[in-house]
Structures are given as structure tokens and as C-alpha cells.
């Protein structure tokens, strides 16, 4: 059931709540799509979508969601039977890594569990016992949705050039972008992939894929590349329409353009990250009272390596579905399942759910989603610690 009153807050990790103002600016005629505004929009929509994933390279667009990201990367620079070292703290790299195996790629996992952040040393470990560099790249995601883990991009960078491996460094910046500090030349990633509606606040429907030089020597040594994936045209048209590789994504550039002048608003993307990590603080602060005392858990334990856009709890089966059910019938606040926690258990991860904080959330709608937890907690007699909204409104207050 839905409430028709009031305005429902689907406060899950993505797609994350679409601004008016985005809506309004997709909401028109269609355009001329080989003259005109829309073409003329492209150079300094690029130029604002390259300072958001804070690089001077390159980026091409798809009309894809995140998983298209991961092929058309993947398809630049990886070929069958190429082998790639992929880093997993959740569900979204095993995802990654599923689909670089499905695209007939050697996969070498190193698995770090699901609370607790890649360890760069045994990056580094891995890759020396690599001394014929046959692995190709590194995949990373910056942070899992699933379990709301952020990584350290720069530790691991560091780990590759202390081995002294030219692996490339390919990062999911898919929930991060936009929300939490991501700083692609500065921290040394290759590649990075980002989609269009998450921290960006546009409907799903547009990926990225970031590339250095160095990725696109790379790309220019394959023997055979995907004809739509292929990044060199859409990164380097001579018409507009090899942006896209046919047709353009027409209102989602108009949705894209008005983000981005969101974004530049609110003062560039520093600004946002401040926001989203105020934000988050406030967030971690009600669930540590209520932590307290019961059965609620975050994730993640370190606050450093807890991403700004998503927080994962832990509950109990069934506490988890119960609360998400609860919430979202009484208080009109939908709250995100708990992704890739199933176990024996808990077949269905009944025990977890997950609070998205990402793009368009300011702090009315982060106490409307606290209050709406804390009620939910007191309605279906789930113990908790006391004082969560007080702590919250004390973060949000110390502006
Ligand atoms: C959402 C997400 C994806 C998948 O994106 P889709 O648009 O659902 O295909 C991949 N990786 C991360 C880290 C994500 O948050």
C-alpha cells in the first residue's frame, strides 16, 4: 500500500529521490537531436560530469544502468582470457566480477567478507605473486551497496606501485559519485564507472565510464572491442551522435544538466560531500544510540570506512523485513532490503535492512526517516537505546 498523503520517502541506496527541478527540466518536447540546444549543451556538460569524478582525462556516456558500466569497461581493456584481480567487499563486487567471468575473463578474487574494508597489503601480496604482470587490472568498488563499506581507492593505488604492478586500477564509483569524496587522477584510478541515478539524482537510464590516457593506450592495444561498448568515438566525437553510439538519451541530458547545475549551486562538489557527510553523521549517531541496547547493529564498525551515501544494519530475522514493511505502510518511508546477507540462517536476509542517504537528502529528510525507524522500533516492541533523535538533531545542529 501506498499513502496518498504527504509526500513518500523511498529512502533506499538508488535510485535515489529525483529532484523537482530535474523532473521539470526532462519534462519538455522532444528536441532536434542534430542541431541545436541539445547539441550545443554537450562540450560543458562533459567538462562539469569530468569535475565531479574530479578528472582531466576522459569520459564516455551509454544509455545503460550501472551493470552496463561494468561491460562497456570491462570491454575497453580486458579481453577472454585475460586475467583480473578483483576486490570484493560485498555483493556489487561479485556482481562485478560475475560479469568480467561471463565476458570469458580469468577471475582472481580476493574476498575481504562483508564488514570490513579491502586490506592493501594483501593487494600488494597478490600482485607480487604476479612477477609476469599477467594480471590486467584491479577491480575495486569504491563503496558496496550492499554493505555499505567504503574503500580506500589511494591505499590500493599505493599497494600497486609499492609491487610495482602496471595493472590498471578500474573503480565502481556507482553509489559513491556525487556523495562521497572520490578524487579519480588524484587517487590514481584508471578507470571509473558511474551511473546516472544515484548521487547524480537523474532516473535510471545513463552510465559512465571514466578513462585516464593510460586506460586508453590500453584500449587502443586491443585486438577486438565491442563496436557499441567502444569508449574512443563516444569519448571523442566527430558527430554528436557517436557520443551515444546512435540516438542520444535526450531527457536525460536536460535531467543531467539541471543536476549538474544543482551541484554547482550548492557551492561544486565539495559542498555536497560536506553535506552528505553531516548528513551520514547524523544518521550514525541515532543508530549508535539505539545500538545501544538490542539488536541493532551497523555494519560497518570503523566510521572511516563507512560510506556517506548508504548505511547497511544488521537486526535479526525477522526484524529487518518487519521494520521495512512497517515503515513503509504507516509512515510512507521505504527503506532498502538487506542485499546479499543471506545465509543459512536467514534464507531471505530478513535480518538486515539498509537506509540510503544519497543525492537529493537534506536533514528534514533524514529526521523524517530516523523518526519514522524509531517509531517503527517502538511499534513492533523491537528493543533499542534511547535518545537516537536527540543525538541525530544534535549532529544536524552542529552545522
Ligand atoms: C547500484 C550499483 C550497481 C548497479 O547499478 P545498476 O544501475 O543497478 O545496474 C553497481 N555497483 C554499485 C556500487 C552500485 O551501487
Known sequence: MTLCFGRP??????PSVIPDRVLRAMHRPGPNIYEGELVEMMPALIGDLKAVARTR?????????????????LSNVIGPGDTVLSLCTGRFGHGWTEMAEALGVHVQIEDFGMRTPVDPNRVETALRADPDHRIRAVLLTHVDTSTSIKNDV?????????????????????????CDQFE???????????????????PPGMAFVFFSDKAAQVRK????????????DRADPELFYQYFGGTAPTHHLYGLREALDMIAEEGGIEAVWARHSHLARAIWA?????????????????????SCAVTSLRIGAPHGTALRRWTE?????????????QSDDDPNADGFFRLGHMGHVNAPMVMGALSSIQSGLMALNIAHGAGALEA?????SEA
Request: aromatic letters at 8%; a negative charge; hydrophobic letters at 50%.
Open 9 to 14: 520517502y523511498v529512502a533506499i541506496p538508488g
Open 57 to 73: 582525462h576522459n569520459v564516455a556516456i551509454y544509455i545503460a544502468n550501472g551493470h552496463g558500466a561494468w561491460e562497456a569497461a
Open 154 to 178: 589511494a591505499e590500493v593505488r599505493a599497494a600497486m606501485d609499492a609491487a610495482g604492478h602496471p595493472a590498471l586500477l578500474m573503480v565502481d564509483c556507482i553509489a559513491s559519485i556525487g
Open 184 to 202: 579519480m587522477d588524484g587517487w590514481g584510478a584508471d578507470v571509473a564507472v558511474a551511473a546516472s541515478q544515484k548521487g547524480l539524482m537523474v
Open 221 to 232: 592495444g586491443m585486438t577486438r572491442v565491442s563496436r557499441y561498448w567502444d569508449w574512443s
Open 286 to 306: 541515532a543508530f549508535d544510540c539505539w545500538a545501544a541496547s538490542g539488536p541493532l547493529e551497523m555494519n560497518v564498525k570503523d566510521p572511516a570506512h563507512r
Open 329 to 341: 505502510e504507516k509512515t510512507g518511508v521505504t527503506l532498502g532490503i538487506g542485499l546479499g546477507m
Open 392 to 396: 541525530a538533531a544534535q549532529v544536524i
